[in-house]
Every structure is written in C-alpha cells, then in structure tokens.
Nanobody, 120 residues
Framework: QVQLVESGGGLVQPGGSLRLSCAAS????????MGWYRQAPGKERELVAS???????RYVDSVKGRFTISRDNAKKMVYLQMSSLKPEDTAVYFCNADIRSSGRGTYNYWGQGTQVTVSS
C-alpha cells in the first residue's frame, strides 16, 4: 500500500515562511513526477509546483520567485519551501505523485492534505 503523508502546515503571518514536507512510503519501485496542489475554500484545486524525477520544475505564475519545490529521491520525499507568504496562499496543500509500485503499474497518489493559513 503506497501512502503520501504531508507535514509542515500551520498558521503564519503575511510575509512569513513555511516548509511543507511529503513522505512516500510502501512498496515503491519508482517515483516519477511529484507535485504540490492547493485548494482554497470555494475554489478548484490547482497545481502549485511540480518536479520530475530528474529535477525539472514548474510553478504556477502566482508563486514564482516565492516558492521552491525540491525532492530527495533517496528518502522518497518532496518539499515545498514557501516564502513571502500572502493571505491568498491560504489553502489546503496536497502532495501528489506518480508512483510505480513493486509488482504493479504506475498510479497517481494523493496525500491527505495539510492546512496553510496566512493571516495576521
């Protein structure tokens, strides 16, 4: 059973920083693209940032220059360093990954989400 577990969310003041972490566990053969999505109340879930297994990254325009995605393939982890946070960054942040399980095909997995609230 493959699982993605996020951590690191919380309440932060505008202009502050947070680092989200996501750990993949289970019978994993390979992890391909990993990403972070977010969903604010009343809005659709959107891709915030993604990173391929070779380290290529992409970001939604609204976070460019403020957020950095990275991964540690040996630890099966993906991170999202968020700086200069704004109230509009408030959302539930979800980890996502394409994972090939041992003995199975490749499937897309989601974490349970972690709340990020930016408020004074």
């Amino acid at each position: 059973q493959v699982q993605l577990v996020e951590s690191g969310g919380g309440l932060v003041q505008p202009g502050g920083s947070l680092r989200l972490s996501c750990a993949a566990s289970g019978s994993i053969f390979s992890i391909y693209t990993m990403g972070w999505y977010r969903q604010a109340p009343g809005k659709e879930r959107e891709l915030v940032a993604s990173i391929t297994s070779s380290g290529l990254t992409r970001y939604v325009d609204s976070v460019k220059g403020r957020f950095t995605i990275s991964r540690d393939n040996a630890k099966k982890m993906v991170y999202l360093q968020m700086s200069s946070l704004k109230p509009e960054d408030t959302a539930v942040y979800f980890c996502n990954a394409d994972i090939r399980s041992s003995g199975r095909g490749t499937y897309n997995y989601w974490g349970q989400g972690t709340q990020v609230t930016v408020s004074s």
